[in-house]
């Protein structure tokens, strides 16, 4: 065992979802921690840690990531959004948010800011063709409840209505 | 416009929006981070450990590899009258009995320092040879009844088993092997607590917030009324989270210690050595009957894996006993220890490795015999309790046959093996399956308080894990005092208002509604307003002369003494069922399931499940029906993906990673039809209604395993079916 690592910490500026934060940051810290730990946006999750649950699903300048897997500083001059800032600031839900709703896509809903991120990615880059389609392209997410049938139909739903 | 869009989730909004606050989204002022360095070794013991380079990590506070029993007390297992997911307390002395068992415990101001210094400490161990599976020779082996001497875990025996299955004219003697299996909540095991002078808060998303204060107390010596304990979203359960954890009393006095609230959020490959976890199961099924498939006697034998330390109670065959009309039947159980963490309650923990042997080894007989399977489960239906001679309260499993089988196209079924083919040659498989689950309710006390501004609180024992009882009692409330559901607030998951008995086993929403419904005639009562029908609340309040008017009520099952009322305000178990005095109550399900193998690579996709419920009154339609989804997406991974393998050279779990340990994904689910019989419970309770979120998997896995019989005409005995078993 060497010494203790220290690590110079690196000044970061990024929005996110719309605000400007500036922070000095250990180049270790992860996207994630800074959202939860730093800037209190605890919506978005932390279910493994190791890119493999989808839980943390963000975006940073418009595409889909795993917030765990991100150093924050390499967010530094981009923009991210969280499911915080999903919604309309007056409390008017996301269409898709609303579909989330109508089909009880979600249980425990420790997945579901994820799948929302996802959702909307997913949307967004034209994958709601089919619902194959759909479920493969929403398959980095998992929902341990099985929420799945309702968050197929709530992407569906969402997708077709040309948000 | 959906059923969910009539009447939504209560709490919805919250999740999708990411308000909803779970147990570690919790981030107070000065708030501390620790992190835990684990034992290499399979068992053994700690010779030796080296903190001094995490100690030198910028930003580390504590390192601690040791507590004195006189600070930390160790606790007592849940299932031996205690309040612990098991009694062995990490931190206490040098003796290592798993791999993945804790050795030192870092907090730092930052997750990032706290992992570095975790990395760092460094030990040296005295390893130990150490058993991990059923057949390994330093697994001990004991009969249950003589390990764990107590009437409830009596091996069953009605009639004579053994004498008729040896004269029955069909025989069926198989065994059936399940893996053991990670419960896997989406939401990491973990804790934010909180010192607020002599009173410590504990943010932790947990199914038995009342285990978590009185078990802490009795761990730190401090007055149960000093803990406060805040759950009112888990990030799913599953029975993993059903009782104080190792990590929190070390949590609790590492924040005392520094002065600073601290956040720890195990690692997921943590999770896996250190939560509780389904262990393996072998299950002997000797099934007697006659040439019509009249089932004459069962014998069924299990062995369950326990721990070194406890004894995990293996209750088999108090389900499957109950599935048919079997006029003789013996359950021999026994426990094999290994050297692991303390197995536990995994969703259907008994039933859904029981229902895989048991509807595999009906299924062989309705082969045996040449008779349909449904037909032949309906042939053995029984209105009385085959055990006590008792009758079942309600018991519709007939009719989720035959609704599920209308419902699913079951008459075109033909019932050769390998005769169904699709268009693309894939072949095609029908199975079924029936499951059962025991209706147990456990004391509640529900508070009610009535505000002129025509708002009602409801403040009661319950934990919202998902399944949606927070939905479940709004809509009670809603419903009986004719109100909007947005005047209803519930308060679950808290013991600052109720003392939080643990919510398992299917019994929270019946346990529940009818301490709420009582609170609801209580209130009433001081209201001076009839018993039942619309209730303008806030001019009724206005009437009484007072801003709000409040009532209680207390609960217990059918036939339960007051004094369990204590014990679950001790934060112990106390629960009663399934045999209740004159009658018995169990939920019933059957699961029709479709599978499809793709000619050439042999893999199986299941691309529709029909399943139908008998859980009594539905009391919430669309988080019930979400409910049986999710059971479902359950058995489907468990029949074609799930297993912990031993990981025989270090000790503990080989695939510990969410990547490894492969759950259902989106792209493995196809189409679910759930259907309820919605029939009340008439004995059980006023409110008629039975379990739900367990029984929704029992079954799923041998109607999975049965329609790949039926695809192919191999019989596969051991989950999960991978395409390696199928080429
Ligand atoms: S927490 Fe980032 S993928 Fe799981
Ligand atoms: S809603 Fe619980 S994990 Fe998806």
Same mark, same amino acid.
């Given at each position: 065992?060497?010494?203790?690592?220290?690590?110079?910490?690196?000044?970061?500026?990024?929005?996110?979802n719309?605000?400007?934060?500036?922070?000095?940051?250990?180049?270790?810290?992860?996207?994630?921690?800074?959202?939860?730990?730093r800037?209190?946006?605890?919506?978005?999750?932390?279910?493994?840690?190791?890119?493999?649950?989808g839980?943390?699903?963000?975006?940073?300048?418009?595409?889909?990531i795993?917030?765990?897997?991100?150093p924050?500083?390499?967010?530094?001059?981009?923009?991210?959004?969280?499911?915080e800032?999903?919604?309309?600031p007056?409390?008017?839900?996301?269409?898709?948010?609303?579909a989330?709703?109508?089909?009880?896509?979600?249980?425990?809903?420790?997945?579901?800011?994820?799948?929302?991120?996802s959702?909307?990615?997913?949307?967004?880059?034209?994958?709601?063709?089919?619902?194959a389609?759909?479920?493969?392209?929403?398959?980095?997410?998992l929902c341990?409840?099985?929420?799945?049938?309702?968050?197929?139909?709530?992407?569906?739903q969402?997708?077709?209505?040309?948000i | 416009?959906?059923?969910?869009?009539?009447?939504?989730?209560?709490?919805?909004?919250?999740?999708?929006?990411?308000?909803?606050r779970?147990g570690?989204?919790?981030?107070?002022?000065?708030?501390?981070?620790?992190?835990?360095?684990?034992?290499?070794?399979?068992?053994?013991?700690?010779?030796?450990?080296?903190?001094?380079?995490a100690a030198a990590?910028?930003?580390?506070?504590?390192?601690?590899?040791?507590?004195e029993a006189?600070?930390?007390?160790?606790?007592?297992?849940i299932?031996?009258?205690?309040?612990?997911?098991?009694?062995?307390?990490?931190?206490?002395s040098?003796h290592?009995?798993?791999?993945?068992?804790?050795i030192?415990l870092?907090?730092?101001?930052?997750?990032?320092a706290?992992?570095?210094a975790a990395?760092r400490?460094?030990?040296?161990?005295?390893?130990?040879?150490f058993?991990?599976?059923l057949?390994?020779?330093?697994?001990?082996?004991?009969r249950?009844?003589?390990?764990?001497?107590v009437?409830?875990?009596?091996?069953?025996?009605?009639g004579?088993?053994?004498?008729?299955?040896?004269?029955?004219?069909?025989?069926?003697?198989?065994?059936?092997?399940?893996?053991?299996?990670?419960?896997?909540?989406?939401e990491?095991?973990?804790?934010v607590?909180?010192?607020?002078?002599?009173?410590?808060?504990?943010?932790?998303?947990t199914q038995?917030?009342?285990?978590?204060?009185?078990?802490?107390?009795?761990?730190?010596?401090?007055?149960?009324a000093d803990?406060?304990?805040?759950?009112?979203?888990?990030?799913?359960g599953f029975?993993?989270?059903?009782s104080?954890q190792?990590?929190?009393?070390?949590?609790?006095?590492?924040?005392?210690?520094?002065?600073?609230?601290?956040?720890?959020?195990?690692?997921?490959?943590?999770?896996?050595?250190?939560?509780s976890f389904?262990?393996a199961?072998?299950?002997?099924v000797?099934l007697g009957?006659?040439?019509?498939?009249?089932l004459?006697?069962?014998?069924?034998?299990?062995d369950?894996?326990t721990?070194?330390?406890?004894?995990f109670p293996?209750?088999?065959?108090?389900?499957?006993s109950r599935?048919?009309g079997?006029?003789n039947?013996?359950?021999?159980t026994r426990?094999?220890?290994?050297?692991?963490?303390?197995?536990?309650?995994?969703?259907a923990?008994?039933?859904?490795?029981a229902?895989?042997?048991?509807?595999?080894a009906v299924?062989?007989l309705?082969?045996a015999?040449?008779?349909?399977?449904?037909a032949?489960?309906?042939?053995?239906?029984?209105?009385?309790?085959?055990?006590? &001679?008792?009758?079942?309260?309600?018991?519709? /499993?007939?009719?989720? +046959? #035959?609704?599920g089988a209308? %419902?699913? *196209?079951? =008459?075109?079924?033909?019932?050769a093996?390998g005769?169904m083919?699709?268009?693309?040659g894939?072949?095609?498989?029908?199975?079924?399956?029936?499951?059962?689950y025991p209706?147990?309710v456990?004391?509640?006390?529900?508070?009610?308080?009535?505000?002129?501004?025509g708002?009602?609180?409801?403040?009661?024992d319950?934990?919202?894990?998902?399944?949606?009882i927070?939905?479940?009692?709004t809509?009670?409330?809603a419903?009986?005092?004719?109100?909007?559901?947005?005047?209803?607030?519930?308060?679950?998951?808290?013991?600052?208002?109720?003392?939080?008995?643990?919510?398992?086993?299917?019994? &929270?929403?019946?346990?529940?509604?009818?301490? /709420?419904?009582?609170? +609801? #005639?209580?209130?009433?009562? %001081?209201? *001076?307003? =009839?018993?039942t029908?619309?209730?303008?609340?806030?001019?009724?309040?206005?009437?009484?002369g007072?801003?709000?008017?409040?009532?209680?009520?207390?609960?217990?099952?059918?036939?339960?003494p007051p004094?369990?009322?204590?014990?679950?305000?001790a934060?112990?178990?106390?629960?009663?069922?399934?045999?209740?005095p004159?009658?018995?109550?169990?939920?019933f399900?059957?699961?029709?399931?479709?599978?499809?193998?793709?000619?050439?690579?042999r893999r199986?996709?299941?691309?529709?499940v029909?399943?139908?419920v008998?859980?009594?009154r539905?009391?919430?339609?669309v988080?019930?029906?979400?409910?049986?989804?999710?059971?479902?997406?359950?058995?489907?991974?468990?029949a074609l993906?799930?297993?912990s393998?031993?990981e025989r050279?270090?000790g503990?779990?080989f695939?510990?990673?969410?990547e490894?340990?492969?759950?259902?994904?989106?792209?493995?689910?196809?189409?679910i039809?759930?259907?309820?019989?919605?029939e009340?419970?008439?004995?059980l309770?006023?409110?008629?209604?039975?379990?739900?979120?367990?029984?929704?998997?029992?079954?799923?896995?041998?109607?999975?395993?049965?329609?790949?019989?039926?695809?192919t005409?191999?019989?596969l005995?051991?989950?999960?079916i991978?395409?390696?078993?199928?080429?």
């Amino acid at each position: 065992m060497g010494g203790a690592t220290i690590v110079p910490a690196v000044e970061t500026s990024f929005t996110v979802n719309g605000q400007t934060v500036h922070m000095a940051l250990d180049p270790r810290e992860s996207l994630l921690d800074v959202l939860r730990e730093r800037l209190g946006l605890t919506g978005t999750k932390k279910g493994c840690d190791q890119g493999q649950c989808g839980a943390c699903t963000v975006h940073l300048d418009g595409r889909r990531i795993v917030a765990c897997l991100m150093p924050a500083v390499q967010a530094n001059g981009r923009a991210v959004a969280t499911i915080e800032g999903v919604a309309s600031p007056d409390g008017v839900l996301h269409p898709l948010q609303e579909a989330f709703i109508e089909h009880d896509a979600l249980q425990c809903g420790y997945c579901t800011p994820g799948q929302v991120m996802s959702g909307l990615a997913c949307i967004a880059e034209g994958h709601v063709g089919s619902d194959a389609e759909i479920r493969e392209y929403m398959s980095g997410n998992l929902c341990r409840c099985g929420a799945y049938a309702g968050i197929v139909a709530a992407v569906r739903q969402a997708g077709r209505s040309g948000i | 416009m959906t059923a969910a869009a009539a009447r939504p989730r209560v709490d919805a909004r919250a999740k999708v929006t990411g308000a909803a606050r779970y147990g570690t989204d919790r981030t107070p002022e000065g708030l501390a981070y620790a992190a835990m360095a684990v034992a290499t070794v399979g068992k053994g013991r700690v010779v030796e450990i080296d903190t001094a380079a995490a100690a030198a990590v910028a930003g580390v506070r504590l390192v601690l590899t040791r507590f004195e029993a006189s600070e930390l007390k160790p606790p007592v297992y849940i299932m031996a009258g205690g309040h612990a997911v098991q009694s062995l307390q990490p931190l206490l002395s040098d003796h290592i009995a798993y791999r993945g068992q804790p050795i030192a415990l870092v907090v730092a101001d930052t997750p990032v320092a706290a992992t570095e210094a975790a990395n760092r400490v460094c030990a040296r161990y005295e390893a130990a040879p150490f058993a991990l599976e059923l057949d390994d020779e330093d697994a001990e082996k004991l009969r249950q009844p003589e390990a764990l001497p107590v009437p409830a875990l009596a091996d069953i025996a009605v009639g004579d088993a053994e004498a008729v299955f040896a004269g029955s004219e069909v025989r069926v003697d198989e065994v059936y092997d399940h893996p053991k299996q990670a419960a896997t909540p989406m939401e990491l095991l973990g804790c934010v607590v909180e010192w607020r002078g002599d009173t410590v808060v504990v943010h932790e998303g947990t199914q038995n917030a009342g285990a978590l204060r009185n078990g802490l107390a009795l761990q730190l010596g401090i007055d149960p009324a000093d803990v406060e304990v805040i759950s009112p979203y888990l990030g799913g359960g599953f029975g993993q989270k059903n009782s104080l954890q190792p990590h929190l009393g070390p949590v609790a006095l590492a924040a005392r210690r520094l002065g600073r609230p601290v956040k720890f959020v195990m690692t997921r490959p943590q999770t896996f050595h250190q939560g509780s976890f389904r262990p393996a199961s072998r299950h002997r099924v000797r099934l007697g009957a006659d040439g019509n498939g009249r089932l004459t006697a069962a014998i069924y034998e299990v062995d369950q894996e326990t721990s070194r330390h406890d004894l995990f109670p293996a209750m088999y065959t108090e389900a499957m006993s109950r599935l048919y009309g079997v006029p003789n039947f013996s359950g021999p159980t026994r426990l094999v220890r290994v050297d692991t963490q303390t197995p536990g309650y995994m969703r259907a923990p008994f039933e859904s490795p029981a229902s895989f042997a048991f509807e595999s080894a009906v299924d062989e007989l309705a082969y045996a015999v040449g008779r349909d399977p449904v037909a032949l489960r309906l042939a053995n239906d029984t209105g009385t309790d085959p055990i006590t &001679g008792q009758p079942f309260s309600s018991r519709h /499993v007939a009719e989720c +046959l #035959r609704r599920g089988a209308e %419902r699913f *196209g079951w =008459a075109a079924r033909d019932p050769a093996p390998g005769s169904m083919r699709a268009d693309d040659g894939s072949l095609i498989g029908w199975g079924v399956a029936i499951g059962a689950y025991p209706a147990c309710v456990a004391p509640a006390i529900a508070h009610v308080r009535a505000g002129a501004d025509g708002r009602v609180v409801v403040a009661v024992d319950g934990h919202e894990m998902g399944q949606g009882i927070r939905s479940a009692i709004t809509f009670l409330v809603a419903d009986d005092l004719g109100i909007a559901v947005d005047r209803v607030t519930v308060d679950i998951g808290d013991t600052r208002v109720a003392p939080q008995h643990l919510t398992a086993g299917s019994w &929270g929403t019946a346990s529940a509604l009818p301490a /709420v419904h009582a609170a +609801l #005639r209580e209130l009433r009562a %001081r209201l *001076g307003v =009839a018993e039942t029908g619309m209730l303008d609340v806030g001019a009724a309040v206005a009437a009484a002369g007072q801003p709000t008017v409040e009532a209680e009520a207390a609960t217990l099952g059918p036939g339960q003494p007051p004094e369990m009322l204590d014990r679950s305000r001790a934060g112990k178990v106390a629960f009663t069922g399934p045999v209740y005095p004159g009658f018995t109550s169990f939920s019933f399900v059957a699961h029709f399931v479709e599978v499809r193998i793709e000619a050439t690579t042999r893999r199986v996709r299941v691309p529709r499940v029909v399943s139908v419920v008998d859980c009594g009154r539905v009391a919430s339609a669309v988080t019930a029906a979400s409910q049986v989804r999710g059971g479902v997406v359950w058995g489907l991974g468990a029949a074609l993906r799930e297993a912990s393998e031993p990981e025989r050279r270090y000790g503990g779990f080989f695939n510990a990673t969410m990547e490894e340990y492969v759950i259902s994904v989106n792209a493995d689910i196809g189409e679910i039809e759930v259907d309820f019989i919605d029939e009340p419970d008439p004995l059980l309770n006023p409110v008629g209604v039975k379990g739900l979120g367990e029984v929704a998997l029992v079954g799923v896995v041998p109607a999975v395993t049965n329609a790949v019989f039926h695809a192919t005409g191999q019989r596969l005995r051991r989950v999960p079916i991978t395409i390696a078993d199928l080429l």
